[in-house]
């Protein structure tokens, strides 16, 4: 006689990928980050607000790879030869109970080449006749239209925008994009 066990076999985990392009420093008032609207052409999460993000492939050598991978797919921008990483945050794990799926989250933050050290004060521009903080709000304004002017999206993306990183948990999105928010920008790893 067989025994049926009622055990559940475990889940497996999915790695994913999410990068955020980001203007500013997360110290300054006018830092932002952006958020993709997902398209209604997308297998899961539809219509809701995201990172840039995908899922790592047998292909990819690393996570690092495939958000470099993604982002180029997604909004034609090189990772190696117009952005730079600024944050990688400590992968760690979640579990949408909607779709019964376990993700691994690998979050990454990047910015323009160039534009690495505003926020200060400091960056591109000649700023004349401008003051210390005037001059780094008029940077960044800079900055976001430089990043506007780059990012073509895909199928998978109807519009992205760039927003305060204490917006997210106002809009909807993807689950718990305001808690990789926190792990990448501030705010740290639950318990």
Known sequence: MTTATTTAPP????????????TGTPSTPSFRISL????DQVRVYKNLWAACSGTVEPSDS???????RELHEETTLDASSCLTLTRQGA??????????????ICPF???LKGW???????????GEGRGGYEKAI???????????EKVVLDWEHTEWRLVRAEEVEDMQTVAHLGRTVRVLFGGGEES
């Open 91 to 104: 992968p760690y794990e979640l579990f949408d109970e909607e779709l019964g799926v376990r993700w691994r």
């Open 62 to 68: 690393t996570p690092l790879a495939a958000a470099q």
């Open 11 to 22: 889940l497996p985990v999915r790695t994913v990928v999410s990068s955020f392009l980001t």
């Open 36 to 39: 993709f609207k997902r398209s």
């Open 138 to 148: 008029g940077i960044e304004e800079e900055e976001r239209k430089a990043l506007r």
């Open 116 to 126: 690495e050290v505003k926020g200060s004060g400091e960056g591109r521009g000649d």
């Open 109 to 111: 933050a990047w910015r």
